[in-house]
Nanobody, 115 residues
Framework: VQLQASGGGLVQAGGSLRLSCVASGMILSVFRTDTLGWYRQAPGKERELVAD???????NYADSVKGRFTISSDNVKRRVYLQMNSLKPEDTAVYYC???????WGQGTLVTVSS
């Protein structure tokens, strides 16, 4: 299974981005029950959980992004998304997607929020 994240870029504070992660090779039964998460790592900081989704429905968010970010998934496309609104400079980081079932990480996509 390979996880490939995309959608990062440079955006001004207050703007929005939508990240996408495709889980290539993951069978549907695993995708539907897996816990798929978005993590981020800012320069000089540890990697942290941003949001995750389990059983294609139950979601969990870091306090710092609640009300601004939304995680969702598409079983048919084997994709997990992270809609990021009202972005802040402190959201600047490399964002990674992860499969808990396979303990596998995507390659990361850089999000830069300018003030």
């Amino acid at each position: 299974v390979q996880l490939q994240a995309s959608g990062g870029g440079l955006v001004q504070a207050g703007g929005s981005l939508r990240l996408s992660c495709v889980a290539s090779g993951m069978i549907l039964s695993v995708f539907r029950t897996d816990t798929l998460g978005w993590y981020r790592q800012a320069p000089g900081k540890e990697r942290e959980l941003v949001a995750d989704i389990r059983n294609s429905g139950t979601t969990n968010y870091a306090d710092s992004v609640k009300g601004r970010f939304t995680i969702s998934s598409d079983n048919v496309k084997r994709r997990v998304y992270l809609q990021m609104n009202s972005l802040k400079p402190e959201d600047t980081a490399v964002y990674y997607c992860r499969s808990n079932f396979y303990d596998s990480w995507g390659q990361g996509t850089l999000v830069t929020v300018s003030s």
